[in-house]
């Protein structure tokens, strides 16, 4: 019986000493806690700062390092700061690839699909499909903007509408604007405002973003917790949530398939299903990786561009004399019944540069990945291991004062050159680079340049008598956004 007792200590011994051991010239900072590593303390830092990228910021600094070493749980986790070294992980090849954990396929409704959290040739695949159709149904082309401006007009008139002393609570007039034209684009068609099911689809992305914010953490490094604790940890919860997701995808997605013809292909979900049953049809199209493909859209998309309008505006109550020269700008080429266009943005480049300072300051997603590197490799001199996950910190970038000197402060200008035309800056990278570029961009430049500049051609914004004062310190989460507020808009 000793003896067992001496060989289990011993054994607990060697996992403890594992558990806080780093591997060869592994990147600096806080040393490792056992079984849960640096989770208590980065979850306690980023409380009292208001963010996880903070908190990520703050152990750099601390450590005197850009590339940060952490470790959740088991699994190990480097977050790389500086815009040289996030350039340098966005152009390799073996930073391409994302974790295979339990909590990412848990997001995925328990399967790896979809486009944003795969890899390989499966992504590769899926990718190019979806990108191929995209551009068919008119991604970046007039039909795009023509549902944009469509939208559009519908928020204006809505804008002009009596609110009863309530003004207009933000980001909830931009949310059906943006889940619409997705909708538009996957199912072919609009939902109206009024009707049960949009205000259902926005219920379910706002459940969806609190539930995995809140339980990200326990279940990814500790998901033998869902056995234990399944109601405590949300996991519960997020299994409902998924078929509820499920089911309203599933419920489109077989009407299309009752109203398809051979070569149907109107909007992304036939296109789906005319590739399915093709005869040489690769096995990766199934009913699942579509309700995926559907979500990667929506997720992607919506909230990133609603939250970047809804700071938009928040700057302009923020700083009105800047949105009186936005007001000048505008005047000076278009009346106030005439709507700026996408491609005439270089018309009026002191509000295109408005919108670049917005996309820098307001930094909707500071952190992007997370990647999971494919072989052992090394990134400013330290060792980073086979299947570690790497986090960028675009927050350091894009709040660097080496780079944009007063980053604090709110400043247009910054993006002007001498002659008041667009200055072009690389170190501005809201929608990353590489081959996992965001595949939404253009759609949510032409929907933030076309509802942010329409707007303004008409009315002027300010806080309304019933808010609480605003603050440019955004909420906390996966994605960032402002702290609620009511705005007033005043015809102009």
């Avoid at 977050?79 to 966005?90: A, D, G």
């Amino acid at each position: 019986m000793s003896l067992l007792v001496v060989a289990t200590l011993l054994l607990l011994l060697i996992y403890f000493f594992k558990c806080i051991k780093k591997p060869y010239k592994y990147p600096p900072g806080p040393a490792f806690m056992p079984f849960v590593g640096n989770m208590p303390q980065l979850k306690k830092l980023s409380k009292k700062l208001g963010g996880l990228h903070l908190a990520m910021s703050e152990l750099a600094k601390e450590h005197k390092t850009n590339v940060l070493g952490l470790k959740f749980g088991s699994d190990y986790m480097v977050i790389v700061f500086s815009y040289p070294l996030i350039r340098q992980v966005l152009r390799a090849e073996e930073y391409e690839s994302r974790p295979d954990s339990f909590f990412v396929r848990l997001r995925s409704m328990g399967t790896k699909k979809g486009v944003t959290c795969t890899d390989g040739e499966f992504w590769n695949i899926q990718r190019n499909f979806v990108v191929r159709h995209l551009r068919n149904l008119g991604f970046g082309r007039s039909s795009m903007d023509v549902m944009i401006l469509d939208e559009l007009q519908e928020m204006l008139g809505i804008l002009g509408q009596p609110t009863n002393g309530e003004g207009f609570f933000m980001p909830r007039i931009f949310s059906p604007a943006v889940i619409n034209i997705l909708w538009a684009l996957t199912a072919g068609n609009r939902i109206s405002r009024k009707d049960a099911r949009l205000q259902k689809l926005l219920d379910l992305f706002n459940r969806r973003s609190k539930l995995f914010d809140l339980s990200g953490g326990l279940l990814t490094q500790f998901p033998l917790l869902r056995f234990i604790a399944p109601e405590m940890t949300g996991y519960n919860l997020i299994v409902e949530f998924n078929k509820e997701l499920k089911e309203f995808f599933m419920e489109t997605i077989n009407a299309h398939k009752e109203n398809w013809v051979e070569d149907k292909e109107d909007d992304l979900i036939y296109a789906f299903i005319s590739e399915m049953r093709k005869e040489n049809c690769d096995p990766s199209f199934t009913d699942d990786q579509l309700v995926m493909i559907c979500l990667d859209i929506f997720v992607a998309g919506a909230e990133t561009t609603s939250n970047t309008l809804s700071f938009a505006i928040l700057m302009m109550i923020l700083h009105p004399q800047i949105q009186d020269k936005v007001h000048t700008c505008l005047d000076s080429v278009f009346s106030n019944k005439k709507v700026p266009r996408y491609f005439e943005r270089n018309m009026v480049p002191y509000v295109e540069a408005v919108l670049l300072e917005v996309e820098r300051f307001c930094y909707v997603v500071p952190l992007t990945g997370p990647r999971r590197v494919l072989t052992d490799t090394v990134i400013d001199g330290y060792n980073i291991p086979k299947n570690a996950t790497v986090l960028l910190n675009n927050h350091s970038v894009h709040h660097d004062p080496n780079i944009w000197g007063d980053p604090e402060n709110f400043r247009p200008e910054r993006f002007l050159d001498d002659k008041g035309q667009i200055l072009n800056n690389e170190h501005l990278i809201p929608f990353n680079f590489g081959k996992r570029r965001c595949l939404g961009e253009v759609l949510a430049r032409s929907c933030i340049f076309t509802f942010f500049a329409g707007i303004m051609n008409v009315y002027r914004v300010s806080l309304h008598e019933n808010s609480p004062e605003p603050s440019s310190v955004p909420l906390p989460g996966i994605t960032l956004s402002p702290k609620p507020y009511r705005a007033h808009f005043t015809k102009r």
